[in-house]
């Protein structure tokens, strides 16, 4: 009878603190963060850990001439069991998205089992492989949007998530008997180049807390007061104030430019936004902002960008530095050990997606569980 230890191997159980952070990373990003999101992220992590299981039977006969250590082909876990223990943790996968996200999910849960078990029995083997893994990683990222009111919104995310998982799926082709120089190359390339597009990725400001835009001179665009939108016409009246001008006395334009907080006194030009600062003001009216406060709402409108960039390029660093080694020594050890960083690393760009989404502190814990992994692959390998 197969023990813990050995099911815990079987289905890379450290592997799995990369998985959660892909349903977080969707839910931030498509406006579903709620209690309905960790039910959906252990959703993911069953039908994830059945995907290893039945990798493992799908390639028990491969694996006794080039892993034999594995649980399979060393006789610790039957082949019957490994099969059971997928079947049952996909059963449990979409039972928990069912019940947790409803239609929604489901309708993402379905296909994302359908390619984890394609994948295994069908397309590991063939030039569609690292595709169809990428496929997988990145409807993981949408089951986190599905319960939400703009799923459409996590698709940057999710081809983030699939394009690193392409380029660790195409990397670990190389664990077993090395690769040549060109692959890690290749894939180092892709990932700096992944890198920078999540670090420069403008953040969204609508979740990251921005104060609202104001019509300026010239621009026919709405003018928010006091969090109320006036028409563009009121906005075009109102700008004049804005750009130190008087208003045309009485009707709206009047009404609104008394409504209008003290603003900057040099004319803005149109399409960038007047630097409104927003305080207590009398009556409940928004008034002049201190220094502090200021200060304060700068770093508050900066910390989502700072958050991601510095969590992008912390994943670059870990997976990064190992495809360098690689590189330098493209042997099947190396291979794993780059294959091995980019797994345990994946929290940290999970992290910088869930900050561009304009949830920083989410990032910051997505990210917490990379230490944790890598202590945690030490003991038992998530490859």
């Known amino acids: 009878m197969a023990g813990l230890r050995d099911l815990l191997e079987l289905v890379r159980a450290p592997a799995a603190l990369s998985v959660p952070g892909d349903v977080l990373a969707g ?17 993911s992590v069953c039908l994830y850990w059945a995907g290893m299981a039945a990798n493992d ?8 001439v080039e ?5 399979i082909p060393s006789g610790r876990v039957a082949p019957g069991t490994a099969l059971g223990v997928a079947t049952g943790l996909t059963v449990a996968g979409l039972a928990l998205a069912g019940l947790t996200g409803g239609r929604r999910a489901l309708a993402v849960a379905v296909p994302l089992a359908g390619a984890v078990w394609a994948y295994d ?8 492989g690292p595709a169809a893994m990428a496929l997988c990683r990145g409807l993981d990222v949408l089951l ?17 998530v699939a394009a690193h998982t392409y380029l660790l799926t195409a990397l670990s082709r190389g664990e077993t008997a090395g690769t040549t120089r060109r692959t890690p190359a290749t894939t180092l390339t892709a990932t700096l180049a992944l890198t920078a597009t999540v670090a420069g990725r403008p953040t969204n400001s609508a979740v990251a807390g921005r104060p609202p835009s104001v019509a300026v001179a010239g621009c026919p665009t709405s003018v928010a007061v006091g969090g109320r939108a006036a ?9 004049t104030a804005v750009a130190g001008r008087p208003a045309p006395a009485g009707g709206a334009g009047a009404a609104a430019t008394a409504a209008l907080p003290h603003a900057s006194e040099a004319a803005v030009p149109c399409g960038r936004e007047p630097v409104i600062p927003y305080g207590p003001g009398p009556a409940g009216m928004p008034g002049p902002a201190s220094n502090a406060d200021l200060v304060r709402r700068a770093l508050g409108e900066s910390f989502p960008a700072v958050v991601r960039a510095g969590l992008a390029l912390w994943y670059a660093g870990q997976f990064g530095s190992a ?5 330098a020594e493209p042997t099947a050890a190396r291979v794993r050990d780059a294959v091995t960083a980019g797994i345990v690393g994946l929290p940290a760009l999970q992290g910088a997606l869930a900050a561009q989404a304009g949830a920083p502190r989410l990032g910051l814990a997505i990210a917490a569980a990379v230490p944790v992994a ?6 038992l390998s998530p490859t």
């Open 374 to 379: 890598r202590r945690l692959a030490r003991k």
């Open 144 to 160: 986190g949007a599905a319960p939400g009111r703009a799923p459409a919104a996590a698709l940057p995310a999710a081809l983030s």
């Open 67 to 71: 892993r034999p250590e594995r649980p």
């Open 121 to 128: 029995l069908a397309a590991k083997n063939t030039r569609a």
């Open 57 to 64: 039977w799908a390639d028990r006969h491969l694996d006794a």
């Open 231 to 239: 028409n563009s016409v009121v906005g075009r009246l109102t700008s």
């Open 27 to 43: 839910a931030a990003a498509g406006r579903a963060l709620g209690g309905r999101t960790a039910g959906l992220a252990c959703s």
């Open 323 to 327: 495809q360098t080694r690689a590189v």
